[in-house]
């Protein structure tokens, strides 16, 4: 910045030049050791249509391609600026004609039933309409005002102001940059031939009523902030990262009639935050990544093939996002919301650690391969328990409960120490499977491990610990283990030892299957 001194009466001048775009502007004036330092002055930078070479007036007729019709008794070419002013007989154009810069006055209107080109900015003032097509061909242009037809942006554009678009918007394969305003489109927008959507302000807004689709170019880093929200079908397509969303943008899909989703590249294609809120319902035609939240609002989202993966929190308090393979959770600390009391798809938590903020139940198989911890809420799980790779199940707190009603299979990460109260009860087969050690379920009393089947129900440890004396586990055991079955029996396929009480509160036969050289030990280190 530049810096000048004061003259003899303590007083400084200098120049300030607005800079390109329309809008409001500040600079900042320093001094040294002065109260009230530094100090902010604001402008506004305008158009001054009187630095437009062509001025409509109508004259003879409504043509544009009428000399008459215009102040220095020609037609505009692609070289002049143009402006149209309020009142008299307004312009129409019926064929492709060019200009340089062109500027509607509010309340003055174009009607077009040909093409407009426009070699750098276009302030459309109320109304061009016509449904005709407008091009955008300037470099390190604006845009603003209200257009009826279909507008192309073949170049860089930034948006100046509050603009609509009654008709579809396409950009390629130019650039397109909110800069804090809204764009409202009532038909499609579309991205193609490396064409961009620049979103990096927390004001910027684009309401597209019909269909989304983004085919241009690489959108990582350009879609950061702001809110897209889309009445139609939404889809990503040929390049890889076509819609790359991060920060805190965030995609709505909030129409009236059912809507689809799908992304050609759902791994480097992703959203940030993405909400449904269409009471019709979405119906997701493809996998997709949220690096954020998702948000279930309205309606429903299904999938029959499809899954999702979440590295922030999932909201549903209506249960009703249900893609048919699952949820996968991969990053976020609270991966769940508290008000998301059901999930009715199988979920994974990958993350570490994955905490719950309230009872969960999950109409599907969970797979641990994070650290999940119950944080004293109740989790039940209608189908399968499966920790995998570093996968560990975190109980800890007299409140943490689980209740499983398949199979529960402990092949995970160690759990030594995270094992050491709440109650865990299964209704299917326990097992633990040998993957970091034989430590995959070492739990500690008071801990309870609760058998409440039905039908008959089998224990298996690939690692049981067989010390007999001692109070420490070295492997897999259970802390305690109840047995309070209303029919079938119990069989140990293994030896097992639990470290707190063995009881039966029912009349369940337990048996332990060996063989002659490979005995089944039971070991109890209080009372039975």
Known sequence: PPSVA?????????????????????????GVGLAGSPLTISATATVSFANANLIWTGATSNAWTTASNWNAARVPTANDSVYIPVGGTQPSVTTSISVKHLYVASGATIT??????????????????????????????????TINGTVGVFNTYTIAGATAITGSLMVNPGRLTLNGNTVNVTGAFTTGGGGLLVMQNVADVLNVSGAASFGGGTETGLLTAGNLNVGGSFMQFVSASSFDASGTHTTTLNGATAQTLAMS??????????????????????????????????????????????????????????????????????????????????VSF?????????????????????????????????GTFTTLANGQLTMTNAGDSAYVSGNATFGGGGEAGILTNGKLKLNGNFSQANNDGGQEFQAVAPHLTVLVGSNSQTISFANPDTVQLGANCTWSCFGSLTINKTDGSVTYLSPARHNGKFRVLSATPV??????????????HDST
Request: hydrophobic residues 40%.
């Open 6 to 30: 004061t003259n003899a009466q303590g007083q400084a001048s200098t120049n300030w030049t607005l800079g390109a775009l329309v809008g409001a502007e500040t600079i900042s004036a320093t």
């Open 112 to 145: 077009n039933t040909g093409t407009i080109i426009v070699g750098g900015n276009l302030d459309a003032g109320n109304t061009i309409s016509g449904g005709g097509i407008v091009s955008l061909v300037g470099v390190n242009s604006t845009l603003k005002g």
């Open 265 to 346: 590249a759902p791994l480097t294609s992703r959203f940030q935050n993405v909400t449904f809120a269409n009471p019709a319902g979405t119906t997701l035609q493809s996998n997709f990544t949220a690096l954020g939240n998702v948000h279930l609002l309205n309606g429903s989202v299904s999938g029959a093939t499809v899954q999702v993966t979440i590295a922030g929190t999932l909201m549903d308090s209506l249960g009703g996002f249900q893609p048919a393979q699952g949820i996968i959770f991969n990053g976020g600390l609270t991966p769940v919301s508290a008000l998301t009391s059901t999930i009715n798809v199988p």
């Open 350 to 382: 990958n993350a570490n650690p994955s905490i719950l903020q309230a009872n969960l139940m999950v109409n599907g198989a969970v797979i641990v391969q994070g650290n999940l911890q119950l944080n004293s809420h109740y989790l039940v799980v209608n």
């Open 511 to 524: 048996t332990a299957v060996g063989t002659v050289g490979n005995q089944r030990f039971i070991i109890v």
